[in-house]
T-cell receptor, first 116, second 113 residues
Framework: AQTVTQSQPEMSVQEAETVTLSCTYD???????LFWYKQPPSRQMILVIRQEAYKQQNATENRFSVNFQKAAKSFSLKISDSQLGDAAMYFC?????????????FGTGTRLTIIP | NAGVTQTPKFQVLKTGQSMTLQCAQD?????MSWYRQDPGMGLRLIHYSVGAGITDQGEVPNGYNVSRSTTEDFPLRLLSAAPSQTSVYFC????????????FGSGTQLSVL
């Protein structure tokens, strides 16, 4: 079974600075998807960014980018120019590409605080 | 386009009571699922369905029942609520295929006293 580990329960960053959230995972599969979800105080789950394992290029979405290290099974999220609206819980998640095993496995989350 | 709609948003139950959490989606998604979120444990899959009439267990299915009679609806039933079921529950849906984005409902905060 796949596992996802987020070792930073809490992080904080000054507004306009850059912060990196860590995520590692364990799998024996060679093809899979990785995701970062944001959960603000509203409780809504919002997809931030996703990465396909067979793509070597790191995904980017505006101020959000990932550092995907497949051999190290690491998938960190970098937030540039942090804004107050970035304050939230961030969850890393893994999805298999095997038919019938397509569930999302989540990490335990990192609470990000933005300091004005 | 309403997306994934969960009702109720909040619920308080007494131990032993039963209730159904409702989930409906209007995107014609084949795949629907229920997660529970507990502090320090992330989201864990309870049950899921890949289409009408087809359901399967996830990581933490005990104490919960589901059925899928239509494509749109995927209710989660608690037959005899226990304090351990106090949690936030999320319904989510997507099209079939691992590349597809998962759409979440806004969650139900359930407290069992």
């Amino acid at each position: 079974a796949q596992t996802v580990t987020q070792s930073q329960p809490e992080m904080s960053v000054q507004e306009a600075e850059t912060v990196t959230l860590s995520c590692t995972y364990d799998t024996s599969e060679s093809d899979y998807y990785l995701f970062w979800y944001k959960q603000p105080p509203s409780r809504q789950m919002i997809l931030v960014i996703r990465q396909e394992a067979y793509k070597q290029q790191n995904a980017t979405e505006n101020r959000f980018s990932v550092n995907f290290q497949k051999a190290a099974k690491s998938f960190s999220l970098k937030i540039s120019d942090s804004q107050l609206g970035d304050a939230a819980m961030y969850f890393c998640a893994y999805r298999s590409t095997n038919f019938g095993n397509e569930k999302l496995t989540f990490g335990t989350g990192t609470r990000l605080t933005i300091i004005p | 386009n309403a997306g994934v709609t969960q009702t109720p948003k909040f619920q308080v139950l007494k131990t032993g009571q039963s209730m159904t959490l409702q989930c409906a989606q209007d995107m014609n998604h084949e795949y629907m699922s229920w997660y529970r979120q507990d502090p320090g444990m992330g989201l864990r899959l309870i049950h899921y369905s890949v289409g009408a009439g087809i359901t399967d267990q996830g990581e933490v299915p005990n104490g919960y029942n589901v059925s899928r009679s239509t494509t749109e609806d995927f209710p989660l039933r608690l037959l005899s609520a226990a304090p351990s079921q106090t949690s936030v529950y999320f319904c989510a849906s997507r099209r079939t295929g691992y590349k597809e984005k998962l759409f979440f409902g806004s969650g139900t905060q359930l407290s069992v006293l």
